[in-house]
């Protein structure tokens, strides 16, 4: 693949980058002069108070959005020129996402649910069977294979979110407060198996408004009104 193809250690590198709502007028700046490297491989926590900014800038590490101002490269390339087919062929299979609500599909069963990037990856039925099993079974969860996701509770169907975010081995994994909904007793598990989706060789970064599930990561900053403060 393109990424594979890449041989930077570096997976995303912001200079001076801002990013504002409504073109950008004043007092609508979310986040303002952000320096930051990720490496390949790296597992980084982003600590901040709701409303620090800290969902703006998942979207902007994982190319969903773009910076207003300043400079963003995704494995070398610039993301501010990139034109919008570019970056959909770079995150398409490469970059998944998970966020803390609900966005299974109900009605069906855990297996159609985890598969499905799949098919849009046009990957035939056996294939889909054979990638969905180990993530499942990687996950301690291949026996709600056949469950339907209804029937599930919140910390099944993150671990199955999990699941579906990573059963195309991407190279970065955005997950944003995937952990908000669970069950406190269960947070520590689930942090757990985020860890090992890391230990895999997939770049985690992970944002969270609790400094405790923050401190799990590798690598932490803090946002604070837009700007990291540490």
Known sequence: SFINCIKTVQMIVAKNMCFSLSGGRIGESILENINLTVDKGAYLSIFGAEGSGKSSLLMLLGIFERPTSGELSFLGQDVMTM????????RRGNIGYLGHQMSLLKGYDVF???????????????????????ILDSLGIGHLWNKKVDDLNMFQIQLVTLGRAIVANPHLLI?????GMI????QNDFMEALSKVNEQGITVIHGTSSSFLADMAVRKIELYDGHIIG
Not at 116 to 125: A, C, S, T
Not at 175 to 179: G, K, L, M, T, V
């Open 183 to 186: 069950n406190s007793r269960y």
């Open 175 to 179: 997950a944003d407060e995937p952990a």
């Open 112 to 134: 159609e649910n985890v598969a499905l990037p799949l098919v849009y990856l046009n990957y035939g039925i056996s294939d889909r069977r054979r990638m969905v099993a180990r």
């Open 83 to 90: 034109t919008d087919r570019r970056i959909e062929t770079i």
